[in-house]
T-cell receptor, first 109, second 115 residues
């Protein structure tokens, strides 16, 4: 079983749609949680950290459920520029990030 | 503020050869981590360097080795290259304060192809 699991997609949505991605992690000792965005053939870039209380950054909302070991990302009013791969990332201990395989999002006009 | 820079950007090597990849960390960062990202997969942790010593290692064989220099830059060396080593190699720097790392920043990577 992978340490961080994501639906690979692709999710193909029209502009303006709301789309949600889910992620589960296996290590209950995980301490920090993130969503990264990766454009084709580029490096991953931090989209947002995820907190137990839930947090929002503009059109993006992230949620964490520690009891279920589940993380989500909601994107409202999708833009063409949101097309990318979204990586769910977990930090266990102090030194390494564990990445999921990513969920691909395609936003069409 | 200078970001993380990696060199070279692309590289083609023959099976059995050795390769050295380089990374300059972001200004103010003291920790460097290396990741391997195969096509269609998420990055996989190789190892991390802090205070010029290996601080943690993922599930990679000993032919993957590294160095960190006093200026916090780093090298990743891979010996006896195999076809499966073809991947994007990412370097990330961060600032370790106490027991936590902050400000993880990735370089744009080195794309290695082994033929």
């Amino acid at each position: 079983r992978k340490e961080v699991e994501q639906d690979p997609g692709p999710f193909n949505v029209p502009e303006g749609a709301t789309v949600a991605f889910n992620c589960t992690y296996s290590n209950s000792a995980s301490q920090s949680f993130f969503w990264y965005r990766q454009d084709c053939r580029k490096e991953p870039k931090l989209l947002m950290s995820v907190y137990s209380s839930g947090n929002e950054d503009g059109r993006f909302t992230a949620q964490l459920n520690r009891a279920s070991q589940y993380i989500s990302l909601l994107i409202r009013d999708s833009k063409l520029s949101d097309s990318a791969t979204y990586l769910c990332v977990v930090n266990v201990g102090s030194y390494k990030l564990i990445f999921g395989s990513g969920t691909r999002l395609l936003v069409r006009p | 503020e200078t970001g993380v820079t990696q060199s070279p950007t692309h590289l083609i090597k023959t099976r059995g050869q050795q390769v050295t990849l380089r990374c300059s960390s972001q200004s103010g960062h003291n920790t460097v981590s290396w990741y391997q990202q195969a096509l269609g997969q998420g990055p996989q942790f190789i190892f991390q360097y802090y205070r010029e010593e290996e601080n943690g290692r993922g599930n990679f064989p000993p032919r993957f080795s590294g160095l960190q220099f006093p200026n916090y830059s780093s090298e990743l060396n891979v010996n006896a290259l195999e076809l499966d080593d073809s991947a994007l190699y990412l370097c990330a720097s961060s600032l370790r304060t106490g027991a936590r790392d902050y400000g993880y920043t990735f370089g744009s990577g080195t794309r290695l192809t082994v033929v």
